[in-house]
Nanobody, 120 residues
Framework: QVQLVESGGGLVQPGGSLRLSCAVS????????MGWYRQAPGKQRELVAT???????DYAMSVKGRFTISRDNAKNTVYLQMNSLSPEDTAVYYC??????????????WGQGTQVTVSS
């Protein structure tokens, strides 16, 4: 019943920018950390960026300085602003949300993924 709906993926030229969005619905519980992961063909899924409920971000070294993660808690939405994109950034990008279930545990939920292709 919890859904993470991603948008903003697509084709972009090297050096370009793209902004991904992921809106969480179907829960009345609070969302703790949110994040973005990506998986390129033939590679394992890797962490791109995370952000705490208080808005503190962390980034993978490969994207640090180029990507910015942010969130709007009122909208239950996490964003990923991607600048200076290169072909190495081509991957399926997945968002996640860790939802706190009172008073016992977190549940990790994932989006279906959105394709980002960086090519001329």
């Amino acid at each position: 019943q919890v859904q993470l709906v991603e948008s903003g993926g697509g084709l972009v030229q090297p050096g370009g920018s793209l902004r991904l969005s992921c809106a969480v619905s179907g829960t009345s519980f609070s969302i703790n950390a949110m994040g973005w992961y990506r998986q390129a063909p033939g590679k394992q899924r890797e962490l791109v960026a995370t952000i705490t409920s208080g808005g503190r971000p962390d980034y993978a070294m490969s994207v640090k300085g180029r990507f910015t993660i942010s969130r709007d808690n009122a909208k239950n939405t996490v964003y990923l602003q991607m600048n200076s994109l290169s072909p190495e950034d081509t991957a399926v990008y997945y968002c996640n949300a860790d939802i706190w279930i009172p008073y016992s545990k977190y549940e990790r939920h994932w989006g279906q993924g959105t394709q980002v292709t960086v090519s001329s």
